[in-house]
């Protein structure tokens, strides 16, 4: 049994099938089939049912995934102890950042880590934050930017902790307040989020506590597209204030959100409890902890 063989059949597993598996690898499909049956082979036992164009896992296919993820982990963080005796000359960062706020908050950061390390290699993903912390307890990533999250899998370094913001069409009745409330807006359709967003969550439980259930107006995880179904009077959307004064224009009123105080935008960077950390990685969190953000 064969490293590579194992990353072929878990990228099967992940990405859905041995096309989009090549696609990641950067090899044929047929490699990554012969690498798959090669591993069935050495092992002695089916792991994948094949039904039409659908895979399962076997039970021992289960196993052998578990398995698997954990010893690739463990692979790269040798990888990553072995890239520190180079005191950063060399090794890479697997980063996870918020889609929402991305580019107010960490584009400057980004610039700036790359000035202090450019031999470092920066493996990016954008995502929720349930992706984010998909991707983090997966080995996928080492850090991640995402909502605090309360789970004991992660540890994590607290970086900001924003207000929301209510984005309003300009003909909406409250648009001439300085500021709204939630329990204002219960008539008005919401603009959510992608499913992967944990604030939908938070704002659905924060109008279900206040009697009410937001209609839903539509969804997306581009802040700009949400802006402009607001400028079309499709409904309004909350978005933390950084972001939020970055998309006002015509059509659109920006509120402060009065109440509830405890509904805010707070980005952490998480990682696995118990995780070892890279020094490319200790050195973006020391990078955010010199931030004001951060305080």
Known sequence: MELKQLRSFIEVIHRGGFTQASHTLHISQS?????????????????????????????????????????LRLRQELQNELDDLSQLARGELRLGLPLLGSDALFARLFAEYRRRYPNITIHLLEGGSRSVEQAVLSG???LGGSLTPNDPAFAFQPFCNEALDALLPIDHPLAGAAQVSLAQLADTPFLLYQRSFVLNDRLLSACQQLGFTPR????SGQADFLAALVAAGQGVVLLPSVVARGLERPGVVRLTLSEPTDLRWDIAFIWRQGA???RAA?????????????A
């Not at 089916?46 to 021992?60: C, D, K, N, V, Y």
């Open 31 to 71: 490699a990554v089939s012969k690498q798959v049956a090669q591993l069935e082979q050495d092992l002695g036992v089916p792991l994948l049912e094949r039904q039409g164009s659908q895979l399962h896992l076997t039970a021992a296919g289960k196993i052998v995934l578990e398995r698997g993820e954990t010893m």
């Open 140 to 142: 996928e990533l080492e």
């Open 216 to 219: 839903e107006g539509g969804r």
């Open 276 to 278: 070892y950390l890279s």
């Open 282 to 294: 200790q050195a973006w969190l020391q990078l955010l902890r010199e931030q004001p953000q951060a």
